[in-house]
């Protein structure tokens, strides 16, 4: 682990993110495992919320799939773990409110959760099975080339 990544794992333990993530975790009946940069892998998650198919509690990612599975799509990985670091950076829990703004924001402006939400943009959304519908055209309204 990277000085950086050991940093986070200590954050998250601290501010409660991660302790609320193995709460979680076992309350689901999840298989726990190690994973990767001080990450914790939580296999076999059955509740109906979140609806997608992983979500990160500090630096627990939950997945739906079975063990063995959670885990081996890194680019999935990497999108769980850009949340793992937020949660640290917005001191933990708080996370879990603004992250509930920025849903509701992107709802209200895409008709999605995921689409024009903050969090969802800077841990990379097609990664996340996210779609990207924040086009904008080239230049204002009245000087854009129309084909």
Same mark, same amino acid.
């Given at each position: 682990m990277t000085p950086a990544?050991?940093?986070?794992?200590? $954050?998250?333990?601290v501010n409660l993110s991660t302790p609320l993530g193995l709460a979680v975790a076992?309350?689901?009946?999840?298989?726990?495992?190690?994973?990767?940069?001080?990450l914790l892998i939580a296999a076999g998650y059955g509740w109906k919320l979140p609806h997608a198919g992983a979500f990160t509690l500090g630096n627990v990612i939950l997945?739906? +799939?079975?063990?063995?599975? $959670?885990g081996t799509n890194t680019v999935?990985?990497?999108h769980e773990e850009r949340h793992s670091t937020q949660y640290a950076y917005c001191l933990g829990l708080p996370f879990l409110a603004l992250y509930g703004v920025a849903a509701g924001w992107s709802m209200l402006r895409s008709g999605n959760p995921g689409s024009?939400? %903050? %969090?969802?943009?800077? $841990?990379g959304?097609?990664?996340g099975g996210y779609? !990207? +519908?924040?086009?904008?055209? !080239?230049?204002p309204v009245g000087q854009r080339n129309e084909a």
């Open positions: 990544q050991r940093l986070r794992q200590i $954050a998250n333990v076992a309350a689901s009946g999840t298989t726990l495992s190690r994973g990767p940069r001080g997945y739906r +799939t079975p063990h063995g599975v $959670a999935l990985l990497g024009k939400n %903050f %969090f969802e943009r800077q $841990a959304l097609a990664a779609i !990207d +519908t924040h086009n904008r055209p !080239d230049g």
